[in-house]
Nanobody, 120 residues
Framework: QVQLVESGGGTVQAGGSLRLSCAYSGKIFFINASGWYRQAPGKQRDVIAMISAGGSTDYEDSVKDRFILTRDNAKKTLYLQMNNLKPEDTAVYYC??????????????WGQGTLVTVSS
């Protein structure tokens, strides 16, 4: 079983920065992909940043050039550096990891979510 623990959320003024962390632990096999989703009030959960097994990243258009996703394999931690935050970035942010379990296939794990509030 995989456990994901997020931290770093909070309240910040527009134009400010926050860094989210996601520490993953447990029996983890080959990680296919990992990243972050977010869910704003009254909206569905959407992917905003992903990093592949090879380390390539992909971002949703609204956060491109403002958010930076990195992964520290030694520390088993994902980071999301969020710069120039806007009120529309207000949401609960969820960490996501997909790994490949031998003989079973892919498996997904989610963090508990961390709230980011951006005031204008």
């Amino acid at each position: 079983q995989v456990q994901l623990v997020e931290s770093g959320g909070g309240t910040v003024q527009a134009g400010g920065s926050l860094r989210l962390s996601c520490a993953y632990s447990g029996k983890i096999f080959f990680i296919n992909a990992s990243g972050w989703y977010r869910q704003a009030p009254g909206k569905q959960r959407d992917v905003i940043a992903m990093i592949s097994a090879g380390g390539s990243t992909d971002y949703e258009d609204s956060v491109k050039d403002r958010f930076i996703l990195t992964r520290d394999n030694a520390k088993k931690t994902l980071y999301l550096q969020m710069n120039n935050l806007k009120p529309e970035d207000t949401a609960v942010y969820y960490c996501y990891v997909s790994d490949q379990v031998p003989l079973e296939g892919s498996r997904e794990a989610w963090g508990q979510g961390t709230l980011v509030t951006v005031s204008s």
